[in-house]
């Protein structure tokens, strides 16, 4: 007689297992009688092949991989076997892991009308993020944070209306939606004034000829090349302003900072305008101080006006949520319930058809900051018999990942339309 449990085949038993299976009692007929697993009835004999045998002798208890317990039958089932219950927790971590990269695709629509050829509309397709790496960095106009679509999501806006997606986007996935009514967008570089008068130039200069001294040409090399340093800002100075009043200036200064030790606010220019009637000059510019990255805020009226449509928006609307949330399973496998994982990216396009808008604007990778959905969007509560509410206002905020660069406009897909 041949016995298989699983994937545990007959010459894999000894003797005593084989007795104990359920096979050789049923053919044998011990299955119903007092029988070698100590169960005096059928009903018994099932208990004690489930598990569930409460009093039983030792080393006749059996696991759905073939191993034989020692122990009476007292407690948990699965604890007799720890070989097993090893394997199940490995079993749930592994299944964990596997959730964090779990990933469902599709397409959402709304409206649900099917797009053509000369249908304008704003394409957003959920990607996970992909960090920088060990470099740290990126260098301007690599082309990482591109949105430049694929052969999938490229036909998206192809898809029927009995094809779209019915389940909730995980991890991936495109959503379209129309174009929305006000429709702009703002590129900023930040300036600054910045102040440096003339007696704060000489002192740089000077400094920074001391600093680039090369000490290495001995103590009579050194000092030559402190005499020019000298020579050189005396020179500077004589052009600026005279020795007299550059030493008026120094002698403020002294004084001002004495004044404030005593809770003063004085300041030099304060004391050579009341004094002379005069103040240095603070030589003004505006100067580049720093790249912004750019922020893009979208409303969406949504009004379902049947019930596959209003599947859409709640679906929709999930995936927003979901996917613009931090993910708890952790930055790396392994790294445990101390680190959130980075929320997935949303790449922006505007559609006309099969193609990328021929005028508007392109978008660099974004994230979800912020997202309100209102659910009285005619400022009244009115839901249809399913629920769904008749008028709903979404509100999505979307920021780049990076700054524009000009090199970026050298390249496709800055190189289309407006570019960024």
Do not use: W
């Amino acid at each position: 007689m041949t016995i298989s449990i699983g994937n545990i085949k007959d010459a894999e038993f000894s003797e005593q297992q084989k007795k104990n299976s359920p096979g050789y009692q049923a053919a044998t007929g011990d299955l119903f009688k007092s029988n070698v697993t100590g169960g005096q009835t059928y009903a018994n004999s099932i208990n004690v092949l489930k598990g569930n045998n409460a009093d039983v002798v030792p080393g006749t208890r059996i696991n759905e991989i073939g191993q034989v317990s020692n122990q009476a039958s007292e407690g948990n089932f699965r604890d007799q076997f720890p070989d097993t219950r090893t394997r199940i927790d490995n079993e749930t971590k592994e299944r964990l892991r596997r959730y964090s990269k779990k990933r469902r695709g599709g397409v959402l629509r709304y409206p649900l009308e099917a797009l053509t050829e000369h249908t304008d509309y704003l394409q957003i397709d959920i990607e996970e993020y992909v960090p920088i790496g060990d470099k740290y960095v990126s260098a301007p106009g690599d082309d990482n944070r591109y949105v430049k679509g694929n052969f999938i999501t490229n036909r998206a806006g192809r898809r029927s209306a009995n094809r779209l997606s019915t389940k909730p986007l995980v991890n991936a996935g495109t959503i379209l939606l129309p174009i929305p009514s006000n429709l702009s967008d703002s590129n900023n570089v930040q300036y600054g004034d910045s102040r440096l008068n003339g007696l704060a130039a000489v002192g740089v200069e000077a400094a920074e000829g001391v600093m680039t001294t090369d000490l290495t040409q001995g103590l009579s090399g050194t000092l030559e090349q402190l005499g020019k340093v000298r020579k050189q800002t005396s020179e500077t100075l004589r052009t600026g302003t005279s020795a007299g009043a550059a030493l008026n200036v120094l002698n403020k200064a002294l004084a001002s900072e004495a004044v404030n030790i005593f809770g003063g606010n004085v300041t030099v220019n304060d004391l050579l305008s009341r004094s002379n009637g005069e103040i240095l000059n603070p030589n003004m510019e505006l100067l580049f101080n720093n790249v912004t990255l750019r922020n893009f805020r979208f409303q969406f009226k949504l009004t379902p006006r049947n019930e596959k449509e209003s599947k859409q928006v709640k679906l929709i609307i999930r995936a927003f949520k979901r996917n613009m949330a931090a993910q708890a399973q952790g930055g790396v496998v392994g790294s445990g319930n101390f680190f959130l994982k980075t929320p997935n990216v949303f790449k922006l396009r505007y559609r006309t058809g099969r193609k990328n808008h021929p005028f508007l604007n392109r978008f660099k990778q974004c994230f979800l900051t912020d997202m309100q959905t209102t659910y009285t969007g005619e400022g009244v509560y009115a839901t249809y018999d399913d629920g769904t509410p008749v008028s709903m206002l979404l509100d999505l905020s979307f920021k780049e990942i990076q700054p524009i660069y000009d090199i970026d406009y050298d390249e496709r897909p800055g190189t289309e339309a407006v570019g960024y």
